[in-house]
């Protein structure tokens, strides 16, 4: 560990090898933290192991969540994403293979693709209707892009849900 610190210390102390925005130790956003200090705790416990002091932690979560927010994974999904991690490991077992190692690249794998958690979390986002964007209004003409539709009955003007000319 004293040997990871160092080596972070070293990049940052040379500005010609890695840019002010190339840094591992930008503030990350609590909410990441926690998420991620979550899944950490858990992987560690889950193996019988004593979760990481703060400082291994931290540096950790710093790599982690900096990977994460480069394929645009929001802290909302780490837990899934954990879950998902096991599952593929469970079935490494299962099957006979060989068993992944928890890392930050098989947190990726779960996340892109077609079956990745990604595209799973957009089709849940379709399902539910919730697809239009900020600025749909000009995509359709009953809502305009509010998600309700203006409506009267018996004199009197109200809102349903709209369907989106489904």
């Known amino acids: 560990m004293e040997a990871i610190n160092q080596t972070i210390s070293q990049i ?7 840019s002010q925005t190339d840094r591992i130790a930008k503030p990350i956003p ?6 991620m200090g979550d899944v950490f705790d858990r992987w560690r416990l889950n193996c019988g192991w004593n979760p990481w002091d703060n400082t291994t932690q931290d540096m950790a979560i ?11 994974v929001p802290a909302t999904a780490y837990h899934e994403l954990y879950e998902r ?22 947190l990726v794998s779960q996340w892109t693709g077609e079956h990745g958690l990604q595209a799973a979390m ?5 399902d539910a209707g919730r697809t239009l964007m900020p600025n749909a209004e000009t995509v ?15 004199g009197r003007t109200g809102v349903v849900k709209c369907t989106h000319g489904i």
Do not use: M, Y
Not at 12 to 18: A, D, K
């Open 12 to 18: 940052n102390q040379h500005p010609e090898r890695s």
């Open 30 to 35: 609590v909410e990441k933290q926690r998420a």
């Open 62 to 72: 710093a790599s982690f969540v900096r990977t994460l927010d480069r394929e645009g």
């Open 85 to 106: 991690v096991l599952q593929v490991r469970a079935n490494a077992i299962q099957s006979g293979r060989s068993i992944p190692s928890f890392g930050v690249e098989l």
């Open 122 to 126: 957009r089709q849940r986002e379709i």
């Open 140 to 154: 359709c003409a009953s809502c305009d892009g509010s998600g309700w539709a203006r409506t009267e009955q018996g």
